[in-house]
């Protein structure tokens, strides 16, 4: 061998080995420390029943109570066929003459009338309707509080989905909980600082109206005491330009964030987000998400700062960043629109297709030795889902997610029943790198070990 390319062989050992920085090393596992970055890409709006209910081992829709399966109306009658499929694109929805009009009153397979890579609607999936869904643990009014109609008992064939391999080759959860009830804006939220967005004076035609029951009476985006709970994006940018009154938009926010955390152990980190750079250059792709873009809401990562330039980056800086061996010790990959699998503007395969590239892009780099991928969704969508979630808090937890762990550390064929909900991501990377909690809930989540043998 010659004598350069035996230092480019001695220089990448040393690098691969080295230890991150002493504040890097845990204080409770020595067999984390293998662990140098941790990729978590963060997919959108399926239940665990929706995309693994078919699972091997996993608790899926052979394990579903038929009281469970069988929808009632909003006065507790059963069904005797799924409401009408409708297509949510139009507005008032129309029905979806893709699917029967007489579906029986169960799970049906969606991909038997759409294939997975063609679109289909977007239920109604928001913070007091996805509670009423719920029903008390019943699980039974899914299709009757929705503007998607029995769409929201459709479930997959995973079988027929790139990730169902990696599902099968190492370990998936059939136990994790999205963090907060209802949609997106509050799950990314609970996914980087365990908390709920406020605003102190809210406009009050966007407050929530509820009866003595704290049943909803009127939605809108504010609890009667001013947190956020539906989709808004922020005052600061990027926003869109379609919104011009301020009074729509949410000030910054002031919460201490994991992203502050690490930072402050000087521990490296980033969220990297598909169409980031052309949203910020004032040119956002028609699918690009706002309200997907939680940093970008705090104060510390306003425009012009140099904690925004430090770590919201583009989906092209992850690339180049795995192509170059030299990723942060934590990584938040968050697709475009287009590719996130969100129902409405989405289609699954695409979404499925482009987390695979990413991973086995990881794979085939030599950050792979050291690496644990977590591939999770941010919430259910509006799809049923059959195991009601454990008591929490006012906030939630919400659906079962899917949620698969890949590493070369993670347990093979493995399926995990330990109870985790979206805190837990947050508590594996404090465990990791003895990071401080953000809150009650990360304190005292499970932190994913239990999928790994190191």
């Not at 409401?83 to 579906?103: A, G, H």
């Not at 001013?226 to 990027?238: K, S």
């Not at 059959?386 to 698969?404: A, F, K, L, S």
Request: charged content about 25%; glycine content about 8%.
């Amino acid at each position: 061998m010659k004598k350069t390319a035996c230092l480019n062989v001695l220089l990448i050992f040393l690098i691969l080995s080295t230890p991150l920085s002493a504040s890097a090393k845990s204080s409770r596992n020595p067999g984390l420390d293998r662990i140098r970055h941790i990729v978590v890409i963060y997919l959108e709006n399926h239940s665990f029943d929706n995309l693994y209910g078919l699972f091997p081992g996993a608790d899926g829709l052979a394990n579903a109570p038929e009281e469970t399966m069988r929808q009632t109306d909003r006065q507790g009658g059963v069904y005797a066929t799924l409401p009408r499929v409708m297509n949510t694109e139009k507005k008032p929805p129309v029905p979806d003459e893709r699917f029967p009009s007489d579906l029986p009153n169960r799970p049906f397979e969606i991909s038997q009338y759409v294939a997975i890579d063609q679109k289909i609607g977007d239920p109604l999936h928001r913070f007091y309707q996805h509670q009423a869904q719920i029903n008390g643990g019943r699980m039974d009014r899914f299709a009757a509080v929705s503007d998607a109609g029995g769409l929201a008992m459709g479930y997959y064939d995973g079988r027929k989905l790139p990730l169902w391999e990696y599902a099968e080759k190492y370990t998936l959860a059939d136990r994790f909980f999205q963090a907060a009830f209802g949609g997106s804006l509050l799950n990314h939220f609970w996914l980087v600082c365990v908390c709920t967005p406020h605003h102190d004076d809210p406009p009050a035609e966007s407050i929530v109206v509820l009866n003595e029951k704290g049943e909803l009476i009127k939605d809108g985006v504010f609890t009667p005491d001013g947190y956020a709970v539906n989709t808004i994006q922020t005052m600061q940018t990027p926003h869109s330009p379609k919104i011009t009154d301020p009074r729509r938009l949410l000030p910054p926010q002031t919460f201490p964030t994991i992203g502050d955390r690490l930072s402050e152990k000087k521990i490296s980190w980033a969220w990297y987000s598909g169409g980031w750079n052309d949203a910020i250059a004032g040119k956002a792709d028609e699918s690009f998400q706002y309200h997907h873009q939680p940093f970008a809401y705090f104060e510390r990562y306003a425009q012009g700062t140099r904690e925004r330039a430090r770590h919201l980056k583009d989906e092209t800086d992850l690339l180049k960043a795995i192509e170059k061996g030299n990723l942060p010790a934590v990584s938040f990959y968050k697709p475009i629109g287009a590719h996130s699998e969100h129902p409405g503007y989405a289609d699954l395969l695409a979404g499925e297709m482009q987390a695979v590239a990413v991973i086995r892009k990881i794979e085939q780099s030599r950050l792979w030795r050291n690496s644990v991928i977590i591939v999770t969704y941010d919430e259910y969508g509006g799809f049923w889902d059959h195991v009601p979630p454990p008591p929490g808090d006012r906030w939630g937890p919400g659906n079962r997610v899917p949620t698969i762990v890949i590493s070369p550390f993670a347990k093979r064929g493995y399926v995990d029943h330990t109870f985790y909900d979206g805190t837990s991501i947050l508590k594996f990377i404090e465990t990791r790198f003895d990071l401080k909690p953000l809150g009650e809930r990360d304190a005292k989540a499970n932190d994913l070990l239990n999928a790994l043998d190191l």
